[in-house]
T-cell receptor
Framework: GDSVTQMEGPVTLSEEAFLTINCTYT??????LFWYVQYPGEGLQLLLK?????DKGSNKGFEATYRKETTSFHLEKGSVQVSDSAVYFC??????????FGKGTRLSVIA | DTAVSQTPKYLVTQMGNDKSIKCEQN?????MYWYKQDSKKFLKIMFS???????INETVPNRFSPKSPDKAHLNLHINSLELGDSAVYFC?????????????FGDGTRLSIL
């Protein structure tokens, strides 16, 4: 079945550091790929998405590119802020199937 | 305006009790979901409804029974609660069941079984 593997955390960075959270997937067909963010005590919010190969999703300074050849969708941000501290989930969906989530990566940014 | 709202936010109860969690969305979406998030933050789909009809029912004990009185509501009733049911339960909705559509999540209900 479909699956998502993302790097295990926690990840701790200093403010203004560069962030990469790796995500790879296995899926039949051509899934849509998503990054969701969960701030403490809240539900998940869509951060960005990409629906086909070579698409780049971007939002709030975060970017991820749909790489079919490496089955990856790594999340990057050039300069993190304390307010980016949260849990980040990579997810995929194929057709009408439900979202399949990775296990989440906790990011802590310190001033 | 809260798009997906679920109540209660916290639920503390004893083993063996029956409890319900309510969810409402005001986005006009056709599809609603229930997810369970365990203590390690792992998220797993439980149910999916499209226009009040059950679409997905993962391997969830039949003590869990979703009910959708209309397409804006999807409630979750749990019978004979067990310790392992302790988790955060999230309701979500999407425009339709198409995987391209993003899902909108409620803030979660933290269920603690004593």
């Amino acid at each position: 079945g479909d699956s998502v593997t993302q790097m295990e955390g926690p990840v701790t960075l200093s403010e203004e550091a560069f962030l990469t959270i790796n995500c790879t997937y296995t899926a039949t067909g051509y899934p849509s790929l998503f990054w969701y963010v969960q701030y403490p005590g809240e539900g998940l919010q869509l951060l960005l998405k990409a629906t086909k190969a070579d698409d780049k999703g971007s939002n709030k300074g975060f970017e991820a590119t749909y790489r079919k050849e490496t089955t990856s969708f790594h999340l990057e941000k050039g300069s993190v802020q304390v307010s980016d501290s949260a849990v980040y989930f990579c997810a995929l969906s194929s057709g009408n199937t439900p979202l399949v989530f990775g296990k989440g990566t906790r990011l802590s940014v310190i001033a | 305006d809260t798009a997906v709202s679920q109540t209660p936010k916290y639920l503390v109860t004893q083993m063996g009790n029956d409890k319900s969690i309510k969810c409402e969305q005001n986005l006009g979406h056709d599809t609603m979901y229930w997810y369970k998030q365990d203590s390690k933050k792992f998220l797993k789909i439980m149910f999916s409804y499209n226009n009040k009809e059950l679409i997905i029912n993962e391997t969830v004990p039949n003590r869990f029974s979703p009910k959708s009185p209309d397409k804006a509501h999807l409630n979750l009733h749990i019978n004979s609660l067990e310790l392992g049911d302790s988790a955060v339960y999230f309701c979500a909705s999407s425009q339709d069941g198409n995987g391209n559509q993003p899902q909108h999540f409620g803030d979660g209900t933290r269920l603690s079984i004593l």
